[in-house]
């Protein structure tokens, strides 16, 4: 388990792309093209969690570049739940309601999740436990 600082970054170059990076030193300083910079202190799980939110956005592996709204790309970082602490967010972004919106929905989607998978196992377990005592 290695702490680190999960980024988002945008290029001119390659419009419509986001990078994402992974840096297990602070930022010394923050670039134009940085949009957003989180602390984790599991970074391969936060990079885990981050491409499995977006995946079906993935344009290209090495550097990592998802296909996807800057807006999207960010809500799936700071709705990641794991320990983080937010380093830097674009101005344009800090106090926008649709972002807080969809951080807002994502993270509604993890509990949700959460309550479905923890009410599969304990039927599981329960089928389990009135198997056990069935008399054989």
């Known amino acids: 388990m290695q702490e680190g600082y999960l980024v988002l970054e945008t290029d001119p170059e390659r419009p419509g792309l986001i990078v994402v990076g992974a840096l297990t030193s602070v930022p010394q300083r923050i670039d134009e093209g940085c949009r957003f910079a ?23 592996l090495e550097p990592r570049c ?18 983080h602490r937010r380093i830097f967010i674009d101005p344009e972004f800090a106090e926008s309601t649709q972002l807080n919106a969809k951080i ?6 993890h509990q949700r999740l959460d ?6 196992g304990l039927v599981a377990a329960a089928l389990l436990a009135i198997w056990g005592l069935l008399p054989l």
């Open 104 to 109: 807002d929905s994502l993270r509604q989607r």
């Open 38 to 60: 989180a602390w984790f202190g599991d970074l391969d799980a936060a990079l885990m969690h981050l491409h499995e939110a977006l995946r079906r956005s993935l344009a290209q």
């Open 66 to 83: 998802y296909r996807v709204g800057l807006i999207d790309a960010i809500a799936a970082a700071d709705a990641i739940d794991l320990e």
């Open 115 to 120: 309550r479905w998978l923890n009410t599969v």
